[in-house]
């Protein structure tokens, strides 16, 4: 089943802080966090792993709340170049490793 | 170390035809998953090769096929073309291991007309 991801789109001016929040109603293993900028592929980020891990690329940091089964991207003082479209994906675990992908959040991130 | 390639970048085909894509993993990397994009359905799961093998296949009709090599690199092939198979067709290379990193190759565009 396809993760939620809110918002659906986001507008920031830049150095604004933003969150994107990724929720499942399964039980999942990992969440993996994408940018994908317009005509282009997405580019992996971050991996989280079940136990309540924390992660950090840069300015953007991520949680995993396993009771919840939600992650959060938080994207400190934002800049240009961290517009795009934030995808995540959830892996359950098991023998199955292919990611299930949410319907994305479009980041904008104006001067 | 080089990244995921995917050959070719951008395919038109007309309806009814057939088109086989590639896709060379990254070095060391022996799984490959294969996604498609398209803004309607976003990013669905094709299928995922691990040593030649076929691990799991995602919702998509018996006209969507792959295999993998036994250098790891992979093609998909999509038979008699339907107008709804326009998408971007994304190969990511998978480290395996417990966190199993997945990085994307530049994609093939294929445009059915």
């Known amino acids: 089943q396809q993760p939620v991801q809110s918002p659906q789109a986001v507008i920031l001016r830049e150095g604004e802080d933003a969150v994107i929040n990724c929720s499942s109603s399964?039980?999942?293993?990992?969440v993996h966090w994408y940018r994908q900028k317009h005509g282009e592929a997405p580019v992996f980020l971050m991996i989280?792993?079940?136990?309540?891990e924390q992660m950090r690329h840069e300015k953007i940091s991520a949680s995993f709340n396993e009771k919840k089964q939600q992650s959060s991207l938080y994207l400190t003082a934002s800049q240009l170049s961290y517009s795009g479209t934030y995808f995540c994906?959830?892996?359950?675990?098991?023998?199955?490793?292919?990611?299930?992908f949410g319907s994305g959040t479009q980041l904008t991130v104006l001067p | 170390k080089a990244g995921v390639t995917q050959t070719p970048r951008y395919l038109i085909k007309t309806r009814g035809q057939q088109v086989t894509l590639s896709c060379s993993p990254i070095?060391?990397?022996?799984?490959v998953s294969w996604y498609q994009q398209t803004p309607g359905q976003g990013l669905q799961f094709l299928f995922e090769?691990?040593?030649?093998?076929?691990?799991n296949k995602g919702n998509f009709p018996g006209r969507f096929s792959g295999r993998q090599f036994s250098n790891s690199r992979s093609e998909m092939n999509v038979s008699t073309l339907e107008l709804g198979d326009s998408a971007l067709y994304l190969c990511?290379?998978?480290?395996?291991?417990?966190?199993?990193?997945?990085?994307f190759g530049p994609g093939t565009r294929l445009t059915v007309t």
């Open positions: 090769y691990f040593s030649e093998t076929q691990r």
């Open positions: 989280l792993l079940k136990g309540g």
């Open positions: 994906g959830t892996e359950s675990g098991g023998s199955a490793r292919q990611l299930t």
């Open positions: 070095s060391g990397h022996r799984s």
């Open positions: 399964k039980a999942l293993y990992s």
């Open positions: 990511a290379s998978m480290s395996g291991g417990q966190r199993n990193e997945q990085y």
